[in-house]
């Protein structure tokens, strides 16, 4: 049951983010010249640990950017991330669902640039609400037998580095970032590869 919801669920995501790369490449203009900002978005896939919660799940992120430099390799980026989780390949833990929405804000930093290409850094912080259902099952010793309701908070601090692609006259620019961590307090701890497509803004 898990590992169906979690293909549908799989399966739309992947069904959204084409439409949007068509829809992405309609948008394109001859235009050449672009305002530093941009609409931030993103999909991946990650595993979160809580003080009470563990699983695996897609994660989804939406945001505003702004540029700055002569070769805007310095970004400020508040962001919105949210995601459903469960304990999917995971075993002594409880049968759970859950959700995550983080608000945060990020510094990315192009540390080597060449032409359209660059390796990305990013540094920043988050604060995070997660809420939903803890299920039976786990360790014999932990004795779950009834199912509860949880809602946790949780802050702390994110890094990620990747790759990113961002020709000057599209209107569209991609990032791939293999690495994204986020640790907080209570052993809160959210690790994901995501893929991102940044709708540059005209003048």
């Known amino acids: 049951m898990n590992n169906k919801y979690f293909g549908c669920k799989l399966k739309i995501a992947y069904l959204s983010f084409l439409i949007l790369l068509v829809i992405g490449n309609k948008l394109n203009a001859q235009e050449t010249e672009f ?3 941009s609409i931030r978005t993103g999909i991946g896939v990650g595993f979160n640990e809580g003080k009470r919660e ?3 799940g897609l994660i989804y992120s939406i945001g505003w950017q702004k540029s700055y430099g002569k070769k805007s390799k310095f970004r400020i980026n508040p962001n919105l991330i949210i995601g459903g989780f469960l304990p999917i390949g995971i075993t002594d833990t409880r049968d759970q669902f859950y959700r995550i929405t983080s608000i945060g804000a990020n510094i990315h930093y192009d540390l080597i640039k060449y032409k359209a290409f660059s390796l990305v850094t990013t540094g920043g912080g988050f604060i995070n609400y997660s809420r939903g259902l803890l ?5 014999p010793e932990a004795n779950n037998t009834n199912s509860e309701y949880f809602n946790s908070f949780y802050f ?3 890094a990620s580095i990747g790759i990113r692609i961002n020709p000057k006259k599209s209107k569209l ?4 970032r293999p690495i994204n961590i986020q640790f907080g307090n209570d052993f809160f701890m959210l690790g994901y590869v995501m893929f991102g497509i940044d709708i540059k803004l005209k003048k």
Not at 135 to 139: I, V, Y
């Open 35 to 37: 305002k530093r900002t």
């Open 54 to 56: 563990t699983g695996m």
């Open 135 to 139: 299920g039976t099952g786990g360790s």
């Open 156 to 158: 702390g601090g994110s």
């Open 173 to 176: 620019a991609y990032e791939f």
